[in-house]
């Protein structure tokens, strides 16, 4: 028993895919318990606070819902977070229409990001989430992805709909903004 | 803080900070952190970074997010959720379904050469014994004594609509024996055994 959850847990994600879509069910617990965490990390990082768990949950029901096209050109991994970055702007620019502004622009959608408020007490979150705060919306979904995740520049770039070169230089600019801010703190 | 001037290495960190790096990779890395102290910095900044992301984000339940998924597809459904499959098995159909085209094409072909070219024996049969097969029941005795191996009047009454499976097999197997025959040959061949002397 232990060694048939043990290799189920070993499963790829594409083996995963193929056993639900045979009828399997515990197939698909497995792939959510693999991504869903990730997910929320991202999310998170990306300033949605209140309804992440909403959010990783939408985002699983529209991936199973289009698994049937899913051509695993990239990882499902990438694939996910793909959708749950779409759900996050979309969600965004109608928090803003409702607001009655200006039209969401993608630099904005995290400009109120404070996910590490429960760790204001501690120098170190503080250091890092006042130097988070200062990169732009792209540069700080390619650092998360990068450093949360260890994502290749590859897979960053699909998920930010930009190329492997852009991404690299995303990262370092982040990178380079923060050791400033580290510094004249 | 500095940057160290490696780029190469530099990109590795992140990597690094996540143990997905091979064996080989992470050895380079060791090695490189061992002497630079940009890269052993920035290593613990990403880290404290890593660190505080992961601090800062909320719990899910993920028993309540399977719950919330589709049921898995079944039957059509299921096909229709994998189209490569779904492409093979149509490639695989199709194959089946144009190979017997290709032998009945070739059938059919055998069939228009092998009634041209008995047409044609028959008409000079014909002529060379002043008998229309199929005229009388000397015809078929006449087409073998010429060595012609199919029996004159069922060539010369011959309708392929008409025939039935038996009797087509029969022609079929008729129409191989043909081929070896030496009234198969070419005319100028025969010429001078149908031109003999009848005094000798």
Known sequence: MHAVTEAAHQATDAELIARWQSGDQRAAALLVDRHARPLARFAASLGERVEVDELVQDTFVRAFNSLGTFRADSSLRTWLFTICRRLLLDRKRAERRRRDTEELDERDAVVEYDALDALVGEETARQVQEAVNRLTALQREVFTLRVNEGMAYADIAKVVGSTEGACRVHYHNAIRTIKEHLRDD | MTDC??????????????????????????????????????????????????????????????????????????????????????????????????????????????????????????????????????????????????????????????????????????????EATVAAEPITMRQPLVAAPEGI
């Open chain 2, 5 to 178: 001037t490696n780029e190469t290495m530099r990109d590795l960190l992140p990597l690094m900070a996540h143990d997905v790096l091979g064996v080989h990779e992470a050895a380079r890395a060791r090695e490189h952190l061992a002497t630079c102290p940009d890269c052993a910095a920035e290593l613990a900044l990403l880290r404290a970074a890593s660190r505080v992301f992961a601090a800062a984000t909320p719990a899910v339940d993920p028993a309540a997010i399977v719950r919330s998924l589709p049921s898995p597809p079944v039957g059509a459904e299921r096909a229709a959720a994998r189209p490569p499959l779904r492409v093979e098995r149509t490639r695989r159909a199709g194959r089946a379904n144009w190979m017997p085209r290709r032998y009945l094409a070739a059938a059919a072909s055998l069939l228009i050469v092998g009634t041209l070219s008995l047409t044609v024996l028959e008409r000079f049969y014909g002529e060379r014994t002043g008998v229309t097969a199929g005229s009388d029941g000397t015809t078929a005795d006449s087409g073998r004594r010429a060595g012609l191996a199919v029996p004159v009047d069922l060539l010369g009454a011959i309708d392929l609509a008409d025939l039935g499976a038996d009797e087509l097999t029969a022609f079929l197997v008729e129409l191989d024996g043909l």
